[in-house]
């Protein structure tokens, strides 16, 4: 199992984090999808995970696609798109 953390930027309410976790787990291949308003996050797991996917779906929801935290331990080394 893969997983990934991106930063996504416009989730103010429970509503923007279901629609985002709605919106990537229809993605093929994803199993979970956990979106944190608190930190803007967005922690995905899957047996196949395509960067450039999540963002298209990120951004055709209506937000905006940050990049990937290649370090979620620590919050950095950030992968902007």
């Known amino acids: ?23 990537i787990n229809s993605i093929s291949g994803i199993a ?4 944190d308003l608190t930190n803007g996050q967005v922690r995905v797991s ?11 779906s990120v951004e055709e929801s209506g ?3 940050k990049g990937e935290v290649h370090n979620a331990a620590r919050g950095t080394d950030v ?3």
């Open 32 to 35: 979970d999808v956990i979106a």
């Open 46 to 56: 899957g047996n196949e995970i395509d960067n450039l996917k999540i963002k298209h």
């Open 1 to 23: 199992m893969i997983i990934k953390t991106f930063i996504v930027e416009g989730m103010t309410c429970k509503n923007c984090k279901a629609h985002v976790e709605r919106s």
């Open 79 to 81: 992968w902007f798109s």
């Open 63 to 65: 937000y905006v696609f």
